[in-house]
């Protein structure tokens, strides 16, 4: 796995681990740590939202069955 498909898949996991604390204890860190509606708020999730989209070239690639 290349370390862009590393990076996204790690940006994934924070956004679920968010929207999981939204869900079970009303409180969204990102918006805890940088400001409801500001610009570092809205980049985390910009980047999170691209990082959705770029991984979907890891549900389409072939898995490799024979590992060394």
Known sequence: MNTL????LTLI???????????IFG???VELLFGKESFLTNFV???VGISGLV?????????????E
């Open 5 to 8: 498909y590393k990076i996204c």
């Open 13 to 23: 996991i924070i956004g679920a681990i968010n929207w999981g604390m939204i869900g």
């Open 27 to 29: 409180v969204n860190l």
């Open 45 to 47: 999730y910009a980047l």
């Open 55 to 67: 991984s979907v070239g890891i549900l389409l690639k072939p898995f490799d069955e024979h590992h």
